[in-house]
């Protein structure tokens, strides 16, 4: 598995697939309301659906990451992300 849990924090290491969909998203409903971390600093690429529940979970609860020195595509996205333009509840 690319992505390890620990407590509140989740690690992203090498590439995360579509495969890692299922249990990230039941990882964010165990933890809801609490404060997530993601820890990307090892992250080389991030599937489009794992980077989707990341902004659903921004939006509603409180949400750090960290990244590795190389801004990546990923990291653009995800701190560009305006969570005051999501209108789905």
């Given at each position: ?10 690690t992203f290491e090498s ?40 902004m659903a979970y921004k ?31």
């Open positions: 598995m690319a992505i390890t849990y620990e407590g509140n924090i989740a590439v995360i697939y579509e495969d890692e969909v299922v249990s990230f998203r039941d990882f964010l409903q165990e933890k809801a309301p609490d404060e997530v971390h993601i820890n990307m600093v090892t992250c080389e690429d991030i599937h489009l659906a794992v980077i989707q529940l990341i939006k509603n609860y409180s949400f750090t990451y960290e990244f590795g020195e190389k801004i990546k595509l990923f990291q653009r996205v995800i701190e560009g992300f305006d969570i005051s333009e999501n209108y789905c509840n």
